[in-house]
């Protein structure tokens, strides 16, 4: 993504310009064709990084893009410019191409690797990226961004397990890296390590000062992870928490439907029917379409011999079912109630 310059850039480059701008006035014994050549090139990249500055994003691109026709062997810098105009344009495929471009100037530079490799994520050239960014930890593996880049692109391309070596190498170079945490979290629980996961949330919860300053995503994806009964039967102590967290999120979103239906799971696992059934209730009122919600409510009153509830829910889940073993299920149930 590109980063807004800051005060301290602006500064730098205004200072280069002027610099560079006396040097080229300051009449050195040079021929003077070769002289103004030089100046002309200067001149339009002055010009382009001050309407860049400004936000004058056509100004500028008309600049760099004349700077670098007439002399494409520019500095690595002058192409990673140009492509953040070209983004500020809302151009990124062209960024792309013209990052491509400079890398063909300048091979292995590693700001122009990891923009390209930004800017394949962002158009969805996942294998592009990863390549990139396979590269730029080899050239600079002691930078947890790139490891990180590379666990992330593997997520994307529906990788967990490849990505879950990167990405614990990011939280080793970068351990108070919240975002490399919570991607090694979410990792390893689609590697069939829930139980690792939800511990790698719970510690990013409570560094970030508890479930009332952590975000709604951390809580939310922490009460998923915690739902799973391998979790809740290994660590009781953890489905505890994650009922907290569904009580800020409650707290926070009294509509959410999602955050309801977590309770109630996480609540069935403890053997809290009644509050269960409360919760789920809940979540099929504010979604009607919540197929999980009924089929716990199904099962909840059944359990509870209240058949009559359970048919009722069951007809209506019935109306939504499109699993076949499930619609079975819910047949029966209804096959066997009472007339």
Not at 223 to 236: G, H, I, K, T
Request: hydrophobic residues 45%.
């Amino acid at each position: 993504m590109a980063r807004p310059e800051t005060n301290w850039q602006r500064c730098a480059t205004a200072l280069l310009s002027a610099t560079l701008f006396a040097l080229a006035s300051a009449g050195c014994a040079i021929h003077g064709d070769r002289r103004a050549a030089a100046t002309v090139e200067d001149e339009l990249l002055f010009a382009a990084r001050d309407a860049r500055a400004d936000a004058r994003w056509d100004d500028a691109l008309a600049g760099y893009e004349r700077v670098l026709f007439l002399q494409p062997g520019q500095p690595a810098a002058v192409y990673l410019e140009c492509a953040r105009v070209l983004c500020a344009r809302h151009r990124e495929d062209d960024a792309h191409e013209l990052v491509s471009r400079g890398l063909s100037m300048h091979p292995g530079d590693v700001a122009l690797l990891a923009e390209r490799a930004e800017l394949a994520q962002r158009l969805g050239f996942h294998r592009a990226a990863e390549r990139d960014l396979e590269r730029l930890t080899s050239i600079a593996p002691n930078d947890a961004a790139h490891w990180r880049g590379l666990g992330a692109t593997r997520l994307a391309l529906d990788l967990p397990r490849a990505a879950t070596e990167p990405l614990r190498r990011s939280v080793e170079l970068d351990p108070n890296c919240f975002e490399g945490r919570m991607l090694l979290a979410g990792a390893r629980a689609q590697s069939d390590d829930p139980l690792g996961a939800a511990r790698l949330i719970q510690a990013c919860i409570d560094d970030a000062g508890g479930a009332e300053q952590a975000p709604g995503a951390w809580l939310l994806s922490g009460a998923e992870v915690c739902a799973q009964p391998c979790v809740a039967n290994a660590e009781p102590e953890l489905a505890r928490a994650a009922l907290e967290w569904t009580a800020v999120l409650v707290r926070r979103d009294p509509h959410s439907a999602v955050a309801f239906r977590l309770a109630g799971m996480l609540h069935e696992l403890a053997g809290a029917a009644p509050a269960a059934t409360i919760a789920f209730e809940r979540a099929s009122v504010l979604d009607p379409g919540d197929l999980c919600s009924l089929h716990h409510l199904v099962r909840l009153h059944t359990r509870a011999g209240e058949v009559a509830k359970a048919v009722s829910i069951a007809r209506h889940a019935l109306e939504l079912e499109r699993n076949q073993q499930r619609r079975n299920e819910l047949l029966a149930l209804v096959a066997r109630a009472p007339q």
